[in-house]
Structure formats: C-alpha cells, structure tokens
C-alpha cells in the first residue's frame, strides 16, 4: 500500500466522526453492526501479533513474578504483618499493582502502532475509526488478562488462600474489570501523548513504581513516615490495593476515607479516570487522523 492511500479527515472532524470509515463500497451493515465486526477483527490482529512479539507481555508477566518470589522469599521472614500470613498479605497488593502497571503496557503498545504508521494504514481501511481505538484497549485488555491469571495461578501455587465466597468472588472480577477498563484507556491516552514508546516506558515507571510502593503494596501504610502515609493515604493506587485486599480477604485498612470506605473509593477514582481519559483520548485520535 502506497502513502498516497493513506487518508485523512478534515481539520475539522470531531469525535463523533470516529464512527464513520474510509470511503469504501455501499455495505448492508449497519454503523454498530459493522463498528462490533471491525473492533473484532482487529481485536483478533492484536491477539495474533503476541507470539509473535512476546516481549509485549514482559511487563504483566516477568515483572509479576519476580516481585512475587522476592518480596515473598527474600524480604517476607523481615516483614510481620499482624494477624495474617504474609502471602495473603502481598498477593492481592500484586493483582492491584499489574493492574495499575497495565497503564504502562497499554501506553507502550499504543505508542509503538502510531509511531510506526500502523494507526494510519488502519485508517485508509474500509474500518470504523471507532473501532481501532476499541480495539486497541480491548486488546491490551486481554493482554492483562492472560498476566493476571499467571499471578493468581503463581500465587496460589506459593500458599495464598484468599478467603471468597461466590458473591466475592464474582464481586472482585467485576471490581478488576473495571480497574482493567479505567487504567487500559489511561494508558492508550499516554502512548497518544508521546512519540516514543521508550519515551511513554521511561516515564511511565518514573510514575507507577513510587506510586504502587506506596500503596501498601508490600508493607502497610500504618507504618510509614509521616510524608509518605499522607501521600499513601490518598494515592489511587491505595484504594485499588486495599479493594482487591478487603475482598479477597476481608482484612481493613485505616486512615484516609479511600482506605476505610476502598471499593467505593476504588469505583470512585476508576470512574473519574475513564471519564477523563476516554473523551480526551477519543478527541486526539480525532486530531492526529487530520493531520
């Protein structure tokens, strides 16, 4: 395909223009018909291109992993936790800290198909515009997925019992969907924000690193320095750890209200984050087609 087959909307195009496609011929499809087709199939290119590039699941996969063993192998006989056995106290830290840490696998991804004119050859396709930004967070979606399993199944294997019944357990699925949902769209607006995927890489762990640390993560928030409890007490990481903590095992924190009240605080800030970020990240989608 030639660059002379690339298009480009009009200056002005808005975000709604999002649904329509390049020219192509009369379809019978209706626009949300052929929007779920296109987010499909391109969904399906997402999937095909991990064996290929395995790397692209390092961040969810190694990192996980080795923070698991060495946090619970090397510094876990130094950390008491009173009342509960260390792997119960970590595990569910470690679900919340890839989930946040998608941000930076969504952003690197995203980055990596602009700057390499992936995006544009999408957008001289017969396709929804819609559906390559769909496509694109649902992808990197089930890329958190597939991470996630091998931490739960990892962490089972090590001694972690989280304590759920049906109702919690299908309570926390639908609490890290949503967090999967509000963090993956995060992510696609910063790879959006910068030209480099090493560029979104760098600061992307300049900023999720501190922030899980002090989350609560590791060691609990009770214990730290005043400065670092203050900030700790109201990162939005705390609320999505002490969450998956508070669910899957029952324990409560104190504090801030986010970590006594932490699925309402948890759904709060995952709410807060999707609606800045999905109008904001749809609308430079929208900008960089008319360039």
């Known amino acids: ?6 298009l480009s909307s009009p200056a002005s195009a808005s975000v709604a223009g ?5 020219p192509a011929p009369p379809a019978t499809a209706g626009p949300v018909r052929r929007y779920v087709r296109d ?4 969904i399906g290119r997402s999937l095909r291109m991990m064996p290929r590039v395995p790397e692209r699941l390092a961040d969810v996969t190694i990192q996980p992993v080795l923070f698991t063993v060495l946090f619970l192998y090397v510094f876990g006989s130094a950390i008491n936790i009173p009342g509960m056995r260390y792997q119960d106290y970590l595990l569910p830290g470690l679900l919340a800290q890839s989930l946040a840490f998608g ?5 690197v991804a995203t980055a990596t198909d602009f700057s390499t004119g992936v995006v544009d050859r999408f957008r001289s396709l017969p396709i929804s515009r819609l559906a390559v930004i769909s496509a694109q967070v649902f992808g990197q ?13 990892l962490g089972l294997a090590l001694g972690w019992r989280p304590d759920l019944s049906v109702g919690t357990t299908i ?4 609490l890290m969907l949503l967090a999967l949902f509000a963090f993956t769209w995060f992510g696609v607006f910063v790879g959006m924000c910068f030209k480099t995927s090493d560029a979104v890489q760098g600061i992307g762990f300049a900023l999720m690193l501190p922030l899980s640390f002090l989350a609560g993560t590791f060691v609990p928030i009770e214990g730290m320095k005043l400065v670092p409890r203050k900030i700790a007490e109201w990162d939005p990481i705390s609320a999505l750890v002490a969450a998956v903590r508070h669910v899957s095992q029952g324990t409560d924190s104190h504090g801030s209200w986010q970590l ?9 800030w995952c709410l807060l984050i999707t609606a800045v970020c999905v109008p904001l990240a749809l609308r ?6 008319s360039r």
Do not use: N
């Not at 395909?1 to 690339?6: K, Q």
């Not at 890329?143 to 996630?148: K, S, T």
């Not at 309570?171 to 639908?174: D, M, N, V």
């Open 1 to 6: 395909m030639t660059d002379t087959a690339l």
């Open 18 to 22: 999002l649904w329509s496609a390049a």
């Open 39 to 42: 987010t499909t199939l391109l």
């Open 103 to 107: 941000v930076i696998g969504a952003g």
């Open 141 to 153: 979606m089930i890329e958190q997925i597939i991470g996630l399993s091998i931490v739960v199944a």
């Open 171 to 174: 309570e926390l699925l639908a």
């Open 260 to 268: 006594e009240h932490p699925v309402a605080a948890m759904v709060l």
């Open 284 to 289: 430079r989608f929208a900008r960089a087609g």
